[in-house]
């Protein structure tokens, strides 16, 4: 089975300063990752994946994501945060093993994003 | 994207009686969808798969008989609570994935807006 762990709960941040929310997964098999944006009230949006190839992930609104095998790490970046960037982000990985794990989306606990002008 | 819309947004029940959350595909089909349930600041968790034309698939500690799921179409699934209980009011979230070219390989659910549950 695969987990996921989101380091910090909640991450308060200065408007234009650089931010890194972080991802950390465990698996047996390969897999691929996300991570998706929740606003307030909202459902999911995503913000981009990685599923093979360059390990530097480039998404919306200027976040870009770096793959790193060997630490299973799956961090999260912006080089200037928007107050409009406030929300709830959340890694996720979906299995590539067989059976009943296959296709599944396993989520991380989250992390606040809070941007303060 | 694909969009998947969910009925009703906000929905308050009395203890004892039922509801029915419905989630659509709007502009794909999807032979797959996925319901899951978000406590306030925790994450979501996968609560069944809903497959079209079949019986739905529970994770490990979902009652089957609370929680009934039906996929009548390619493009509606519906989560029924029954006899709801103030336990069970949550924010109910369902995703789809793109059934055309979607495989595994596209990787992307798409999801609905949710469904606020309060259970008086």
């Known amino acids: 089975a695969q987990s996921v762990t989101q380091l910090d709960s909640q991450v308060p941040v200065f408007e234009e300063a650089p931010v890194e929310l972080r991802c950390n997964y465990s698996?047996?098999?390969?897999?691929?990752l996300f991570w998706y944006v929740q606003y307030p009230n909202q459902g999911l949006q995503l913000l981009l994946k990685?599923?093979?190839?360059?390990?530097l992930v480039k998404g919306i609104n200027g976040f870009e994501a770096e793959f790193n095998k060997s630490q299973t790490s799956f961090h999260l970046r912006k080089p200037s945060v928007h107050i409009s960037d406030t929300a709830e982000y959340f890694c996720?990985?979906?299995?590539?093993?067989?059976?009943?794990?296959?296709?599944?989306?396993?989520f991380g606990q989250g992390t606040i994003l809070t941007v303060h002008p | 994207g694909a969009v998947v819309s969910q009925h009703p947004s906000w929905v308050i029940c009395k203890s004892g009686t039922s509801v029915k959350i419905e989630c659509r595909s709007l502009?794909?089909?999807?032979?797959?969808m996925f319901w899951y349930r978000q406590f306030p600041k925790q994450s979501l968790m996968l609560m069944a798969t809903?497959?079209?034309?079949?019986?739905?698939?529970?994770e490990q500690g979902v009652e089957k008989d609370k929680f009934l799921i039906n996929h009548a179409s390619l493009t509606l699934s519906t989560l029924t609570v029954t006899s709801a209980h103030p336990e069970d009011s949550s924010f109910y979230i369902c995703?789809?994935?793109?059934?055309?070219?979607?495989?595994?390989?596209?990787?992307?659910?798409?999801f609905g807006e949710g469904s606020r549950l309060t259970v008086l």
């Open positions: 995703s789809a994935r793109d059934q055309v070219g979607s495989g595994i390989n596209t990787g992307e659910l798409f």
């Open positions: 698996s047996s098999v390969s897999v691929y």
């Open positions: 990685y599923l093979s190839g360059s390990t």
């Open positions: 996720a990985v979906i299995s590539l093993a067989g059976g009943t794990s296959y296709g599944k989306l396993t």
């Open positions: 502009d794909f089909q999807a032979t797959t």
């Open positions: 809903s497959n079209e034309g079949s019986k739905a698939t529970y």
